[in-house]
């Protein structure tokens, strides 16, 4: 029967507390020869749930933290309890015999906080459960052994300067990992260690705030302020933390521009030019970026007329630059105020300012040698065309502004006038023409005219001139194009036949009118009509003109409207042509008659008088062709051996017979001895009778015979040419004195073919090697 389980305490106040619930128990009843076990419920006397064991405790070990009874134990050791669960066997242990649990090591309520374990009662011999397992929870009661700590420090954090007193700065928070439902192991306080009296900390939210008023970042821009918190409400014992808090002065514009000087002075050549740097100014402002942008300006109208001032890229300097010429001898100084404004401001620091400086500012203008300026900065001038050289076309001046009365030298720039047509006088730059010059081939004339002091002449200037060519009436009138016209034989009388146009190359005055006029008269073909526009209209009379071979030449007289008046004449071809019933051209008869006679008689016989002769020609060159390529064929068919090579050479006459002279490439051991008589003839002329063809041997012969055989018969034979040529050639060679160095005619021991027919000795020193070879003796020693 299961009865109560009751848990005793050995140190109750010493090692903890103990919650107690009440709760059945159960037990087995049973009648002996009843049906079976029957299910009773008791009350069990006492009921737990809960230990506590205190964290980090450094007594004693193993350390009593309860123990297990049931009430079915009767003291007779046959109950046996079991602890299951976490950290049993290991962190807490317990008496199978009395139930007793242990806590074996110190334990870290911030590494766990509590157990939850399993209990149960079993019979030691048959390990059958006596009561059913309960659950029970042990918890690490904690105490202050962790300090605060700051997770997020240290930290950075900026506010305006000029802040009201309490302006919030940032909050810092620190972390306690101490139980905060137990005591006040984890209730913090917070405190300001250093950055007093200018920050103050809020005790219990941590916010930083500004102490005091109107703190300058131009004094002061950066603080350290170190935050404590302290645990246990900040009462002594208790653990504490710091960190460190930067705080950055953000800056406002409350500073306004200052010129460090009151007066500015600056100086600048005459020469330089429009937008020439002259100097830079700069208006202190303490204050840091937009907040210290600059913006400068010219009070005085003086000084904006000569100059310009504007800010640099950076936004801080004043940059003063010309703005017009600057000219030493009419103005040497400008003086000037100049103003130098914030670009942004606050308004809520108006009354720190106004925010705006002024500066005076003068400049002086340095004289500098100044090239020759002309009075004009161009020059156009005029002459007639076709004027005597000499004539006058203009001249240009230039003065010295460093000293008029300093004299100038003039000059045209080469190749400005590269035909030389015009001069200039160095002293007084008079410009004259040195040709005649013609409007129709040039009408301007571009001149660079360069001016240079005597002095120094690095100091020039140039100027342009255009010299324009007037126009004179020296061209007479002439047509515009050749004109080459036909009208059909069937015209109306009357018809126009072209408009023909007149060009003068004169454009001055009436010079540019053109009449035209064509032949008068009853007798005349053709009508010329003028159009008063430079133009005439070529029209057939009433009376037709009669048929002719040959085109019509109209006679055009033009002449122009000038003082004095041009005229010429001109002719304009017209043709009398058959033409188709839609206008156009069949035929004209000049052309008709010209193709019957157009080859005459003896042209034609001239014709075929010169082909005949070049196929003649013809004829007689393949026949010598034919005739030579014969005479060849004939000797090779006779040829006997494979080295003789066959020349089909032509010599180039008389000049050749000693280049072509064959008596050194005869053999003289081969050939034939020659036959008495008158010396042979000169093979380079046509000998004057033919000699008798010498009879062929009736078999095979020498082949040197052969050779020197077929020689005679080319050198006697006058239908071979050329004369001077070698036409068959084979020539062996007699071989050496040494005979023959091969080894297949050299003799064995037992005998063999006769040694060489000459002694090694006397073979010469080139075949002294050889000779030691054969045995020869060596020559003796000097």
Known sequence: MWGLVRLLLAWLGGWGCMGRLAAPARAWAGSRG??????????????????????????????????????????????????????????????????????????????????????????????????????????VQDINDNPPIFPLGPYHATVPEMSNVGTSVIQVTAHDADDPSYGNSAKLVYTVLDGLPFFSVDPQTGVVRTAIPNMDRET?????????????????????????????????????????????????????????????????DPDLGDNALMAYSILDGEGSEAFSISTDSQGRDGLLTVRKPLDFETRRSYSFRVEA?????????????????????????????????????????????????????????????????????????????????????????????????????????????????????????????????????????????????????????????????????????????????????????????????GSASLLLPSRPAPPRQAPYLVPIALWDWGQPALSSTATVTVSVCRCRPDGSVASCRPEAQLSPAGLSTGALLAIVTCVGTLLALAVLFAALRRQKHEALMVLEEEDVRENIITYDDEGGGEEDTEAFDISALQNPDGAAPPNPGPPPARRDVLPRARAPRQPRPPGPADVAQLLALRLREADDDPSVPPYDSVQVYGYEGRGSSCGSLSSLGSGSEAGGAPGPAEPPDDWGPLFRTLAELYGAKEPPAP
């Open 34 to 139: 009843g049906p079976g076990p029957v299910l009773l419920r008791n009350r069990r006397s006492w009921v737990w749930n809960q230990f506590f064991v205190i964290e980090e405790y450094a007594g004693p070990e193993p350390v009593l933290i309860g123990k297990l009874h049931s009430d079915v134990d009767r003291g007779e050791g046959r109950t046996k309890y079991l602890l299951t669960g976490e950290g049993a066997g290991t962190v807490f242990v317990i008496d199978e015999a009395t139930g007793n649990i242990h806590v074996t090591k110190s334990l870290d309520r911030e590494e766990k906080a509590q157990y939850v374990l399993l209990a149960q009662a079993v019979d030691r011999a048959s390990n059958r459960p006596l009561e059913p397992p309960s659950e029970f929870i042990i918890k």
């Open 220 to 284: 002061q821009e950066e603080f350290l302020v170190v935050i404590q918190a302290k645990d246990m409400g900040g009462h002594m014992g208790g653990l504490s933390g710091s960190t460190t808090v930067t705080v950055t002065l953000s800056d406002v514009n409350d500073n306004p521009p200052k010129f460090p000087q009151s007066l500015y002075q600056f100086s600048v050549v005459e020469t330089a030019g429009p937008g020439t740097l002259v100097g830079r100014l700069r208006a202190q």
């Open 341 to 533: 404004t914030n670009t942004l401001i606050d308004p809520a620091y108006l009354r720190r300012g106004p925010f705006k400086d002024v500066a005076s500012v003068r400049v002086a203008v340095q004289d500098a040698p100044e090239p020759p300026a002309f009075t004009q900065a161009a020059y156009h001038l005029a002459v007639p065309e076709n004027k005597a050289p000499g004539t006058l076309v203009g001249q240009v001046s230039a003065a010295d502004l460093d000293s008029p009365a300093s004299p100038i030298r003039y000059s045209i720039l080469p190749h400005s006038d590269p035909e030389r047509c015009f001069s200039i006088e160095p002293e007084d730059g008079t410009i004259r023409t040195v040709v005649p010059l013609d409007r129709e081939a040039r009408i301007w004339h571009n001149l660079t005219v360069l001016a240079t002091e005597l002095d120094s002449s690095a100091q020039a200037s140039r100027v342009q001139v255009a010299v324009q060519i007037l126009d004179e009436n020296d061209n007479a009138p002439q047509l515009a194009e050749p004109y080459d016209t036909f009208v059909c034989d069937s015209a109306a009388p009357g018809q126009l036949i072209q408009v023909i146009r007149a060009l003068d190359r004169d454009e001055v005055g009436n010079s540019s009118r053109v009449s035209l006029q064509g032949p008068l008269g009853p007798d005349a073909n053709f009508t010329v009509r003028d159009n008063r526009d």
